[in-house]
């Protein structure tokens, strides 16, 4: 079975400063899909990024990057100058690429602050 | 507007009871999930359906029980065998993916809370 592991509880960052969020995965697949979906106070869960395993680019998503390290199974979160809005739960997921329904293995999530 | 309905937003219950969480989507797509979220724990997969009268057991199906009995609407009822049923419950869906899609779209949520 895929694990997920987000080690950071709660980071926090100065608005319009850059902050990285960890996530790290474990699978014995070589075929797969990541992506990082943001949860804020209203808990509307919103897919933030994906990545596909067998594409070597880096996603990106105006302010928001990966750093996918595909050997050492990591998948990190850039989020570059930080808003107000950005104030949120982050969750990294995991999602097979068997089978045709795509369910996802989630972390435990990390809690962003936004300071002024 | 497309999108993911649940209700209630609130819901709350007492010990033995069964209740039922509804949703349902107006997406077109063919899979739905249900989650459970709580604190300090990530989304956990209770049951999941990729097509209508069939569905699969997830991580945590124990006290749980779903139909599909149509491809817009899951309900998800939380039975009395569910030993600590109070939690954030979410509902999802997609596409297939042979059809393309790998991304779930999101229900603002269920909170049950057990009296």
């Known amino acids: 079975a895929q694990t997920v592991t987000q080690s950071q509880p709660e980071m926090s960052v100065q608005e319009a400063e850059t902050v990285t969020l960890s996530c790290t995965y474990d699978t014995s697949e070589s075929d797969y899909y990541l992506f990082w979906y943001k949860q804020p106070p209203s808990r509307q869960m919103i897919l933030v990024i994906r990545q596909e395993a067998y594409k070597q680019q880096n996603a990106t998503e105006n302010r928001f990057s990966v750093n996918f390290q595909k050997a050492a199974k990591s998948f990190s979160l850039k989020i570059s100058d930080s808003q107000l809005g950005d104030a949120a739960m982050y969750f990294c997921a995991y999602r097979s690429a068997i089978g045709t329904a795509s369910k996802l293995t989630f972390g435990t999530g990390t809690r962003l602050q936004v300071t002024l | 507007d497309g999108g993911i309905t649940q209700s209630p937003k609130y819901l709350f219950r007492k010990e033995g009871q069964n209740v039922t969480l509804s949703c349902e989507q107006n997406l077109n797509h063919d899979a739905m999930y249900w989650y459970r979220q709580d604190p300090g724990q990530g989304l956990r997969l209770i049951y999941y359906s990729q097509i209508v009268n069939d569905f699969q057991k997830g991580d945590i199906a124990e006290g749980y029980s779903v139909s599909r009995e149509k491809k817009e609407s899951f309900p998800l009822t939380v039975t009395s065998a569910q030993k600590n049923p109070t939690a954030f419950y979410l509902c999802?869906?997609?596409?297939?993916?042979?059809?393309?899609?790998?991304?779930?779209?999101f229900g603002p949520g269920t909170r049950l809370t057990v009296l």
């Open positions: 999802a869906s997609s596409m297939l993916r042979d059809r393309g899609g790998n991304e779930q779209f």
